[in-house]
């Protein structure tokens, strides 16, 4: 099954995200900020990417922008799942490199869904 890399530097979020895609049998590993999530995806090469925005250090922003230019990730799909709605935080996002951008709180099913459809290609 698909291994998803859930970069977000809140605790409750990165639970509700796991329990949901492990439940329908997802593999899921973490990470608490952006250049720890950078680090990550470059050591263990996930089939999907779900970045939060707003964390300390290197935001999602930047981390998604470092992913999507570096040979080695800039092929791993990114997910942004953050707080901030604006229609601006969504272009931004998608410039940066982000196939698709949820924001939370996002029900289990549409999590799933997107996930599927992502890794569908």
């Known amino acids: 099954m698909a291994l998803i890399l859930i970069v977000d530097d809140s605790p409750t979020e990165v639970y509700v995200i796991r329990r949901a895609l492990e439940k329908v049998g997802y593999e899921t590993a973490s990470a608490a900020e952006g250049a720890e999530g950078v680090r990550l995806a470059k050591t263990i090469k996930p089939d999907l990417i779900l970045m939060?925005?707003?964390m300390p250090g290197v935001n999602g922003y930047q981390a998604t922008r470092a992913?999507?230019?570096d040979p080695a990730?800039?092929?791993?799909?990114?997910?942004?799942?953050?707080?901030?709605?604006?229609?601006?935080?969504?272009?931004?996002?998608?410039?940066?490199?982000?196939?698709?951008?949820?924001?939370?709180?996002?029900?289990?099913?549409?999590?799933?869904?997107k996930t599927q459809l992502a890794l569908a290609g």
């Open 73 to 113: 990730t800039r092929d791993i799909p990114v997910i942004m799942v953050t707080s901030k709605g604006h229609e601006s935080d969504r272009v931004w996002g998608m410039r940066q490199g982000a196939i698709d951008y949820l924001v939370k709180p996002v029900s289990a099913e549409t999590l799933v869904e």
């Open 67 to 69: 992913l999507s230019k």
């Open 52 to 54: 939060d925005i707003v």
